[in-house]
């Protein structure tokens, strides 16, 4: 006998008993080494960072990272994948710099490198727990004993082989270059962590400023503009826009569109220079046109200064070679013609500060313009401004008062729209120019390009769309950082030449000579490493680390190799390895953990390092907005899983929108999909346990009884499921697969085990309720198969159930089972249609009963069908039973059209059939119906009693004599449905379970006993 099934199921029970299976018995382990000669399918973990505990959007990529890899286990692969855990970078030096109240880089310095380096480390130990707890708990098979972490000794030594394989390619540089800049965190971004942060409709000021030209410049300007302006002493300006007044102390230049229009605007008391096709956009009262100039006969005049630097204590350089300027008596600016001036918005005429914004610092590196950096790397204004001191964005309506009350602000508002923030502390980012490290990734763009395209991306479009589009705009890697926790940059300098030297690791570094503070097994982070000197071979002098750290973004695309400590170890490993199979992550990766391994990939090894990439959307509320502590709309993943089960919240996930769409998350609908799907199969099965373990049932592998046409026909459908779910699985499109299951699990419940109800109930174990038994058997195993590595636990119980405990030769767990494989001979598509067609009518029928406001126990006379055709007429015949049994009518009748108003006829209609129920009842019609309800109504007393449904009964009624009659007349009828032995009329005993009924307005006794 197989064991009881009780139909009340506790999901979140079970799961734990199922881990409990696996561990005791290192399913997983047995899972990969039974394979270990098979081919390999291989998988890359993309590593969580360990700043925090996980949440209910972590499920869903473990999710779909762990599908594939059980879906290719069982389809006879052999797939070992190994966790990892990101565990450098500024997500945790944040959760640190929080834990200890420190606000700035000065405040670590002063607390100690070496201890917040260690406080950064124990972090990371401390959630990396909970997460090997979640990973376990929701059934992600993945190797978290041996995980590659990327703060150990190794992997760092990996990543600095890959820097000085870079270096020895010139491939690696450091320069002067605009960067994202987080004033908070003190540190560059990359321009992937920059797509990170970007948030729309932020409101900036928008300013209009005049910037008086010189009266020198105007003198020796194009006749056009000399004889427009004239020279009575009336001042003319040029008129600039910005979202950014905080930058205006930086301007050292303006540029104009050579090819472009430029009007000459004359006011009362001034003139204002602007592009034409913009005046009637900006608006200018009270000034009219006096000239139209192109935009090159504004190049080479010179304008005053906003702010002269030399008056606030700041420097001023000289670019391209950054050597500092003496003041002049009078220190003038240029007007530079650029390709980069849009017409599009703002005056034509932009502002340029050199030392904020790429623009702007590539012109000054061309046309050789002045350099004045007033801000700080904590984004404060330095210098003696009345401003100064301010974090820039809090400088914003100083400036604009300032420059208000001198007489150069024309106009002052506000506008909305994007701006970069930082992605981990939300501070705004600054477009600041300094110096740091680079890979140029430029020089390998057409091989990142090509690479691309042979990845099979799902979906398709992010190949040319999001991830393509940011392949054809790359830009350099800034990959150094200015912090603490991270893989130190490999690169030594001397302070006396100059000399730089790129280490490739440990043993290159203690082979340097002069080499002092390198130890055996030293601690390969800040400071420690910090420590480590050796001689210049070019001056002799002692050389030291540049104290920069690498971008954590450039330790998570390492991980192709680092994991394996390639090449210093493994190296036939990383080769069997390379490239993997499979990689997953949400969609924003694509400019993220995507982008540095395929960069580093093909830059490395000249071709990318995956096959087939899986981008996820990500999970926001039921109300679509992203979840936040502030909004109050976190779900925490721990209470949901233990109230509902892993597999609830999997199947959930799965089917509620393709993987790559935004996930609502909803624990109402969860609950809906539980109980509309995962218990409908779990209600099927206790079905099937009930009635086998009654009727002694065996699953034999021999040929099995003749099937009944409603058998055929769900094999029929199984194997078709197989087929279509083995095909979308190939695809990677899981969510269409969960959805095929679950269609198929409606009919194989509200279709074949309802229409066969009677073939299991019946006390005769004839061939007909053998077949039934081995075809809903068939089933189960099947789609347990099937739902094995969608959601893993729930199929192990039935499996464990259904097959290990009568067959002790099967594997001992559904992850060691083969994927069910379709027999294409068992499919009849015709069959298939036929029953199609079938069940749309009997649905129509049910839907003409509904709207007639008959139940369905009520026999009727007549259902009458309107089809489309003769093969369809022949079709339905051939199954009719199937419908007049499920619409409970004693014959059914072809006709050519049936309206809505026919009389004594209730009809439902969809757009090609109609289906109508012959309304009007006879005596017998009727008296067939309350024995019908008095079947129903035993069966619920049979249940009150406590009886099992294989009790034999004997029942006791006492009532009016026209319900005596029903009785008589459907004796047969009443103690085969219930399995009563006598139906007698007399008052119930007192050992018996009484229930008064009112049946068709009159009172009946009733009492029900175990028979004796």
Same mark, same amino acid.
């Given at each position: 006998?197989?064991?009881?099934?009780?139909?009340?199921?506790?999901?979140?029970?079970?799961?734990?008993?199922?881990?409990?299976?696996?561990?005791?018995?290192?399913?997983?382990?047995?899972?990969?080494?039974?394979?270990?000669?098979?081919?390999?399918?291989?998988?890359?973990?993309?590593?969580?960072?360990?700043?925090?505990?996980?949440?209910?959007?972590?499920?869903?990529?473990?999710?779909?990272?762990?599908?594939?890899? $059980?879906?290719?286990?069982?389809?006879?692969?052999?797939?070992?994948?190994?966790?990892?855990?990101?565990?450098?970078?500024?997500?945790?030096?944040?959760?640190?710099?929080?834990?200890?109240?420190?606000?700035?880089?000065?405040?670590?310095?002063?607390?100690?490198?070496?201890?917040?380096?260690?406080?950064?480390?124990?972090?990371?130990?401390?959630?990396?727990?909970?997460?090997?707890?979640?990973?376990?708990?929701?059934?992600?098979?993945?190797?978290?004993?041996?995980?590659?972490?990327?703060?150990?000794?190794?992997?760092?030594?990996?990543?600095?082989?890959?820097?000085?394989?870079?270096?020895?390619?010139?491939?690696?540089?450091?320069?002067?270059?605009?960067?994202?800049?987080?004033?908070?965190?003190?540190?560059?971004?990359?321009?992937?962590?920059?797509?990170?942060?970007?948030?729309?409709?932020?409101?900036?000021?928008?300013?209009?400023?005049?910037?008086?030209?010189? @009266?020198?410049?105007?003198?020796?300007?194009?006749?056009?503009?000399?004889?427009?302006?004239?020279?009575?002493?009336?001042?003319?300006?040029?008129?600039?826009?910005?979202?950014?007044?905080?930058?205006?102390?930086?301007?050292?230049?303006?540029?104009?569109?050579? +090819?472009?229009?430029?009007?000459?605007?004359?006011?009362?008391?001034?003139?204002?220079?602007?592009?034409?096709?913009?005046?009637?956009?900006?608006?200018?009262?009270?000034?009219?046109?006096?000239?139209?100039?192109?935009?090159?006969?504004?190049?080479?005049?010179?304008?005053?200064?906003?702010?002269?630097?030399?008056?606030?204590?700041?420097?001023?350089?000289?670019?391209?070679?950054?050597?500092?300027?003496?003041?002049?008596?009078?220190?003038?600016?240029?007007?530079?013609?650029?390709?980069?001036?849009?017409?599009?918005?703002?005056?034509?005429?932009?502002?340029?500060?050199?030392?904020?914004?790429?623009?702007?610092?590539?012109?000054?590196?061309? +046309?050789?313009?002045?350099?004045?950096?007033?801000?700080?790397?904590?984004?404060?204004?330095?210098?003696?401004?009345?401003?100064?001191?301010?974090?820039?964005?809090?400088?914003?309506?100083?400036?604009?008062?300032?420059?208000?009350?001198?007489?150069?602000?024309?106009?002052?508002?506000?506008?909305?729209?994007?701006?970069?923030?930082?992605?981990?502390?939300?501070?705004?980012?600054?477009?600041?120019?300094?110096?740091?490290?680079?890979?140029?990734?430029?020089?390998?763009?057409?091989? !990142?390009?090509?690479?691309?395209?042979?990845?099979?991306?799902?979906?398709?479009?992010?190949?040319?769309?999001?991830?393509?589009?940011?392949?054809?705009?790359?830009?350099?890697?800034?990959?150094?950082?200015?912090?603490?926790?991270?893989?130190?940059?490999?690169?030594?300098?001397?302070?006396?030449?100059?000399?730089?030297?790129?280490?490739?690791?440990?043993?290159?570094?203690?082979?340097?000579?002069?080499?002092?503070?390198?130890?055996?097994?030293?601690?390969?982070?800040?400071?420690?490493?910090?420590?480590?000197?050796?001689?210049?071979?070019?001056?002799?002098?002692?050389?030291?680390?540049?104290?920069?750290?690498?971008?954590?973004?450039?330790?998570?695309?390492?991980?192709?190799?680092?994991?394996?400590?390639?090449?210093?170890?493994?190296?036939?490993?990383?080769? @069997?390895?390379?490239?993997?199979?499979?990689?997953?992550?949400?969609?924003? @990766?694509?400019?993220?953990?995507?982008?540095?391994?395929?960069?580093?990939?093909?830059?490395?090894?000249?071709?990318?390092?995956?096959?087939?990439?899986?981008?996820?959307?990500?999970?926001?509320?039921?109300?679509?907005?992203?979840?936040?502590?502030?909004?109050?709309?976190?779900?925490?993943?721990?209470?949901?899983?233990?109230?509902?089960?892993?597999?609830?919240?999997?199947?959930?996930?799965?089917?509620?929108?393709?993987?790559?769409?935004?996930?609502?998350?909803?624990?109402?609908?969860?609950?809906?999909?539980?109980?509309?799907?995962?218990?409908?199969?779990?209600?099927?099965?206790?079905?099937?346990?009930?009635?086998?373990?009654?009727?002694?049932?065996?699953?034999?592998?021999?040929?099995?009884?003749?099937?009944?046409?409603?058998?055929?026909?769900?094999?029929?459908?199984?194997?078709?499921?197989?087929?279509?779910?083995?095909?979308?699985?190939?695809?990677?499109?899981?969510?269409?697969?969960?959805?095929?299951?679950?269609?198929?699990?409606?009919?194989?419940?509200?279709?074949?085990?309802?229409?066969?109800? $009677?073939?299991?109930?019946?006390?005769?174990?004839?061939?007909?309720?053998?077949?039934?038994?081995?075809?809903?058997?068939?089933?189960?195993?099947?789609?347990?198969? !099937?739902?094995?590595?969608?959601?893993?636990?729930?199929?192990?119980?039935?499996?464990?159930?259904?097959?290990?405990?009568?067959?002790?030769?099967?594997?001992?767990?559904?992850?060691?089972?083969?994927?069910?494989?379709?027999?294409?001979?068992?499919?009849?598509?015709?069959?298939?249609?036929?029953?199609?067609?079938?069940?749309?009518?009997?649905?129509?029928?049910?839907?003409?009963?509904?709207?007639?406001?008959?139940?369905?126990?009520?026999?009727?006379?007549?259902?009458?069908?309107?089809?489309?055709?003769?093969?369809?007429?022949?079709?339905?015949?051939?199954?009719?039973?199937?419908?007049?049994?499920?619409?409970?009518?004693?014959?059914?009748?072809?006709?050519?059209?049936?309206?809505?108003?026919?009389?004594?006829?209730?009809?439902?209609?969809?757009?090609?059939?109609?289906?109508?129920?012959?309304?009007?009842?006879?005596?017998?019609?009727?008296? +067939?119906?309350?024995?019908?309800?008095?079947? $129903?109504?035993?069966?619920?007393?049979?249940?009150?009693?406590?009886? +099992?449904?294989?009790?034999?009964?004997?029942?006791?009624?006492?009532?009016?004599?026209? !319900?005596?009659?029903?009785?008589?007349?459907?004796?047969?009828?009443?103690?085969?449905?219930?399995?009563?032995?006598?139906?007698?009329?007399?008052?119930?005993?007192?050992?018996?379970?009484?229930?008064?009924? $009112?049946?068709?307005?009159?009172?009946?006794?009733?009492?029900?006993?175990?028979?004796?």
């Amino acid at each position: 006998m197989f064991k009881g099934v009780d139909s009340k199921a506790k999901f979140p029970d079970i799961e734990t008993q199922v881990l409990r299976f696996w561990k005791e018995n290192s399913i997983f382990e047995k899972s990969v080494e039974s394979r270990r000669e098979r081919p390999l399918y291989s998988f890359n973990d993309g590593p969580p960072t360990a700043n925090g505990s996980p949440g209910i959007h972590h499920i869903l990529s473990r999710l779909f990272k762990d599908i594939p890899c $059980r879906y290719k286990t069982m389809r006879g692969f052999c797939v070992p994948r190994k966790a990892g855990w990101d565990t450098h970078g500024l997500p945790v030096e944040l959760e640190v710099e929080n834990s200890l109240g420190l606000k700035s880089k000065k405040q670590i310095e002063e607390y100690g490198v070496a201890e917040f380096n260690q406080r950064c480390r124990e972090s990371v130990g401390k959630y990396i727990g909970q997460w090997e707890a979640m990973v376990e708990r929701i059934g992600h098979w993945i190797d978290m004993k041996d995980p590659y972490v990327t703060l150990a000794n190794d992997y760092i030594e990996s990543g600095w082989w890959a820097i000085n394989r870079l270096w020895e390619q010139g491939l690696v540089y450091r320069g002067y270059r605009t960067t994202p800049h987080c004033p908070r965190c003190g540190t560059s971004l990359s321009s992937h962590e920059v797509a990170l942060g970007y948030e729309d409709d932020i409101e900036d000021p928008s300013v209009h400023i005049k910037f008086r030209i010189t @009266q020198e410049t105007l003198q020796s300007a194009a006749p056009a503009l000399r004889e427009a302006i004239g020279l009575d002493g009336k001042r003319a300006y040029l008129l600039a826009w910005t979202t950014t007044p905080w930058t205006l102390p930086g301007n050292t230049a303006l540029a104009v569109s050579p +090819e472009a229009d430029y009007a000459v605007m004359q006011g009362e008391e001034d003139f204002l220079i602007m592009a034409a096709a913009l005046v009637e956009t900006v608006g200018l009262p009270g000034y009219r046109p006096v000239a139209t100039v192109p935009g090159s006969v504004l190049a080479g005049l010179r304008y005053e200064p906003l702010y002269n630097p030399h008056e606030f204590g700041v420097p001023r350089f000289g670019m391209p070679v950054f050597e500092a300027q003496p003041r002049p008596d009078v220190l003038t600016y240029p007007v530079i013609g650029a390709d980069f001036v849009s017409l599009d918005d703002g005056t034509g005429i932009v502002h340029v500060a050199p030392s904020f914004g790429e623009a702007d610092f590539e012109a000054g590196m061309r +046309e050789s313009l002045d350099f004045v950096q007033q801000v700080d790397l904590e984004g404060k204004v330095i210098g003696s401004y009345s401003f100064a001191g301010k974090f820039v964005k809090d400088a914003d309506p100083d400036v604009t008062a300032d420059l208000n009350e001198r007489g150069l602000l024309f106009r002052s508002g506000t506008i909305r729209h994007t701006y970069p923030f930082c992605w981990r502390c939300g501070t705004p980012l600054l477009y600041y120019v300094k110096r740091s490290w680079y890979i140029k990734t430029t020089a390998k763009k057409d091989r !990142l390009v090509s690479g691309n395209l042979e990845v099979n991306w799902y979906p398709d479009y992010i190949k040319r769309g999001r991830f393509g589009d940011w392949l054809e705009h790359n830009v350099d890697w800034a990959f150094s950082r200015e912090r603490y926790w991270g893989t130190p940059l490999p690169v030594w300098e001397c302070p006396d030449c100059g000399q730089f030297e790129c280490v490739g690791g440990r043993a290159d570094l203690a082979s340097k000579p002069g080499v002092t503070g390198y130890v055996e097994n030293m601690e390969l982070h800040r400071p420690y490493v910090d420590d480590v000197t050796f001689s210049c071979g070019r001056c002799g002098a002692r050389m030291r680390r540049a104290p920069e750290v690498i971008d954590c973004w450039f330790d998570s695309g390492a991980m192709t190799w680092a994991q394996w400590h390639y090449p210093f170890e493994k190296e036939d490993v990383f080769k @069997q390895m390379f490239p993997v199979d499979f990689v997953c992550e949400a969609i924003d @990766q694509t400019r993220g953990w995507f982008y540095s391994l395929h960069a580093l990939s093909t830059m490395l090894f000249d071709g990318p390092c995956f096959k087939n990439v899986l981008c996820l959307g990500h999970i926001v509320d039921a109300n679509g907005e992203k979840m936040s502590k502030s909004k109050g709309n976190m779900i925490d993943p721990w209470a949901v899983v233990n109230e509902y089960g892993a597999d609830a919240v999997r199947w959930y996930m799965l089917s509620s929108a393709p993987s790559e769409n935004t996930h609502r998350f909803s624990v109402q609908v969860l609950g809906e999909t539980m109980r509309r799907h995962l218990l409908t199969l779990w209600n099927t099965y206790s079905f099937f346990v009930l009635y086998a373990n009654i009727d002694g049932f065996v699953p034999v592998k021999k040929e099995a009884p003749r099937l009944s046409e409603l058998d055929r026909w769900v094999v029929s459908e199984l194997n078709q499921l197989v087929l279509d779910v083995t095909k979308v699985m190939d695809g990677y499109n899981f969510t269409q697969a969960i959805r095929l299951i679950e269609q198929f699990i409606d009919g194989l419940s509200n279709w074949y085990v309802r229409r066969s109800r $009677r073939r299991f109930w019946k006390s005769e174990s004839d061939d007909d309720k053998l077949a039934a038994h081995t075809t809903l058997y068939r089933c189960l195993v099947t789609l347990a198969g !099937l739902l094995a590595p969608l959601a893993p636990f729930i199929p192990e119980e039935i499996y464990q159930n259904l097959v290990r405990s009568v067959d002790g030769d099967a594997p001992e767990s559904v992850h060691l089972t083969d994927y069910p494989v379709a027999d294409k001979n068992e499919i009849d598509e015709v069959l298939n249609r036929n029953m199609e067609l079938v069940m749309s009518l009997a649905s129509l029928g049910r839907a003409a009963r509904a709207k007639a406001g008959i139940k369905v126990r009520q026999p009727l006379a007549m259902a009458r069908i309107c089809v489309s055709n003769d093969a369809e007429k022949d079709a339905v015949a051939a199954l009719g039973e199937h419908i007049r049994e499920e619409l409970n009518v004693k014959d059914i009748e072809f006709v050519e059209g049936l309206a809505d108003d026919e009389q004594e006829c209730a009809v439902a209609s969809d757009e090609r059939y109609s289906v109508g129920v012959v309304t009007a009842l006879s005596d017998e019609l009727i008296a +067939e119906g309350l024995a019908r309800e008095i079947v $129903r109504r035993l069966q619920t007393i049979r249940r009150s009693a406590g009886l +099992e449904i294989s009790d034999h009964i004997a029942v006791f009624y006492f009532g009016d004599d026209a !319900l005596h009659d029903v009785f008589v007349s459907f004796a047969d009828y009443i103690r085969q449905e219930t399995l009563s032995v006598d139906l007698t009329r007399t008052q119930p005993p007192e050992d018996a379970c009484v229930q008064t009924l $009112r049946l068709a307005g009159k009172e009946l006794l009733v009492g029900v006993k175990r028979a004796a």
